[in-house]
């Protein structure tokens, strides 16, 4: 035996009798998220080393909405329209909530328009396979219209602001941030945003529940970094450089969302979540006229059972701790995970699989 693997093998030795079990001997969950500013913190979160039990996935909203009904991901963080648009019935559960959008998402009009009351039989730009087809609903029904009473085309988000511009027979657009921003700066006016309705568009982390019963203290952990997350300006750092943007120019795209602080605060979340699946599942009742085609699948169907889609016992479970607690937990579990890491690739190159021991009290039983 050369020295070389001597000495290794002793470090490997030394640190092994001082750390628990390593998270890479588990499987490790797949974690899909769309674009959406608050979302990216789980990047943020991987980027420090907080998330080893996961690959983290930056998708399309419908790739991670259908993925995650195929099985490809484990979790998903989306709205709670597009859990209700995948009707993903008993298979998959809601255990958390990360944001609402408060302005992220508006309604834009001609400048001529003086209210929404004058846009009877008039066309208005949107992907309509997405929220956005239920602001333009609750922003008609506060101004004693209905999706019956205007034209709906369907276009796709990105180009949304583009088509504002372009093409004057709309008399207005919907859609979301940046996209909608070219659209008020080629005179368009602000009408409406998600602000004016409060948890409408609200935003859930969502697990399939095969890999939650598998990995329940994976997700319980996961959730407690989450909110220690909220408030690490590291993570805010991390987030920042994987988009390109200083944190100070990221930290003001956040100002279009209001994410849920802490523990209680999402518990508190989920009375109003299981209301607005209430209202959404009337709203898909009954097809409006004219509804292009990738909406008018999502109508007319049998309502679903929504009651068994939230489950808020891992948040229960964690609600006691108070946020230095949280903290801790999150900066103790980096310095272990740093650690492991490290074993972990020595003992690759030695082809040795590290047995790690988990004292009471040690950080490492928080992988367990």
């Given at each position: 035996?050369?020295?070389?693997?001597?000495?290794?093998?002793?470090?490997?030795?030394?640190?092994?009798?001082?750390?628990?079990?390593?998270?890479?001997?588990?499987?490790?969950?797949?974690?899909?998220?769309?674009?959406?500013?608050?979302?990216?913190?789980?990047?943020?979160?991987?980027?420090?080393?907080?998330?080893?039990?996961f690959n983290i996935h930056r998708e399309t909203s419908e790739t991670c909405m259908f993925g995650l009904k195929k099985g490809k991901y484990d979790i998903g963080i989306m709205t709670l329209f597009e859990f209700i648009t995948a009707r993903y019935d008993s298979d998959t559960v809601v255990i958390g909530v990360t944001d609402y959008s408060v302005g992220g998402?508006?309604?834009?009009?001609?400048?001529?328009?003086?209210?929404?009351?004058?846009?009877?039989?008039?066309?208005?730009?949107?992907?309509?396979?997405?929220?956005?087809?239920?602001?333009?609903?609750?922003?008609?029904?506060?101004?004693?219209?209905?999706?019956?009473?205007?034209?709906?085309?369907?276009?796709?988000?990105?180009?949304?602001?583009?088509?504002?511009?372009?093409?004057?027979?709309?008399?207005?657009?919907?859609?979301?941030?940046?996209?909608?921003?070219?659209?008020?700066?080629?005179?368009?006016?602000?009408?409406?945003?998600?602000?004016?309705?409060?948890?409408?568009?609200?935003?859930?982390?969502?697990?399939?529940?095969?890999?939650?019963?598998?990995?329940?203290?994976?997700?319980?952990?996961?959730?407690?970094?989450?909110?220690a997350a909220v408030y690490d300006p590291a993570v805010l750092e991390k987030v920042a450089e994987y988009n390109k943007k200083s944190a100070a120019e990221f930290k003001k795209s956040l100002e279009c969302a209001y994410m849920y602080p802490d523990v209680p605060s999402a518990l508190q979340a989920f009375p109003k979540m299981r209301e607005t699946a209430q209202?959404?599942?009337?709203?898909?009742?009954?097809?409006?006229?004219?509804?292009?085609?990738?909406?008018?699948?999502?109508?007319?169907?049998?309502?679903?059972?929504?009651?068994?889609?939230?489950?808020?016992?891992?948040?229960?479970?964690?609600?006691?701790?108070?946020?230095?607690?949280?903290?801790?937990?999150?900066?103790?579990?980096?310095?272990?995970?740093?650690?492991?890491?490290?074993?972990?690739?020595?003992?690759?190159?030695?082809?040795?699989?590290?047995?790690?021991?988990?004292?009471?009290?040690?950080?490492?039983?928080?992988?367990?």
């Amino acid at each position: 035996m050369s020295i070389k693997t001597k000495v290794a093998g002793i470090m490997i030795f030394l640190a092994l009798t001082a750390w628990g079990s390593s998270p890479a001997d588990a499987q490790k969950q797949n974690l899909c998220h769309a674009g959406w500013p608050p979302w990216q913190f789980a990047r943020g979160m991987a980027m420090l080393g907080q998330l080893n039990d996961f690959n983290i996935h930056r998708e399309t909203s419908e790739t991670c909405m259908f993925g995650l009904k195929k099985g490809k991901y484990d979790i998903g963080i989306m709205t709670l329209f597009e859990f209700i648009t995948a009707r993903y019935d008993s298979d998959t559960v809601v255990i958390g909530v990360t944001d609402y959008s408060v302005g992220g998402d508006a309604v834009v009009l001609r400048s001529e328009i003086q209210s929404g009351a004058e846009l009877r039989g008039k066309a208005v730009g949107l992907q309509t396979d997405t929220f956005c087809l239920y602001l333009l609903y609750l922003y008609l029904k506060k101004n004693g219209l209905t999706l019956d009473e205007i034209r709906p085309v369907h276009i796709g988000a990105e180009n949304i602001g583009k088509a504002f511009v372009a093409n004057r027979t709309l008399a207005g657009v919907v859609g979301w941030m940046p996209f909608i921003d070219e659209a008020l700066a080629n005179g368009g006016k602000l009408a409406a945003s998600s602000r004016d309705f409060p948890e409408k568009i609200i935003t859930m982390m969502t697990v399939r529940q095969a890999a939650l019963q598998k990995h329940r203290g994976v997700y319980k952990d996961f959730l407690k970094k989450w909110f220690a997350a909220v408030y690490d300006p590291a993570v805010l750092e991390k987030v920042a450089e994987y988009n390109k943007k200083s944190a100070a120019e990221f930290k003001k795209s956040l100002e279009c969302a209001y994410m849920y602080p802490d523990v209680p605060s999402a518990l508190q979340a989920f009375p109003k979540m299981r209301e607005t699946a209430q209202e959404l599942q009337e709203f898909f009742k009954t097809e409006p006229a004219n509804l292009p085609a990738a909406a008018a699948r999502f109508f007319g169907k049998e309502p679903q059972k929504t009651d068994s889609w939230f489950d808020d016992s891992l948040l229960k479970e964690i609600s006691q701790w108070t946020l230095p607690e949280i903290k801790n937990f999150s900066q103790r579990a980096q310095r272990a995970q740093s650690c492991r890491n490290v074993i972990s690739s020595v003992a690759r190159n030695l082809s040795l699989r590290p047995r790690l021991r988990t004292d009471a009290g040690d950080s490492a039983a928080y992988f367990r």
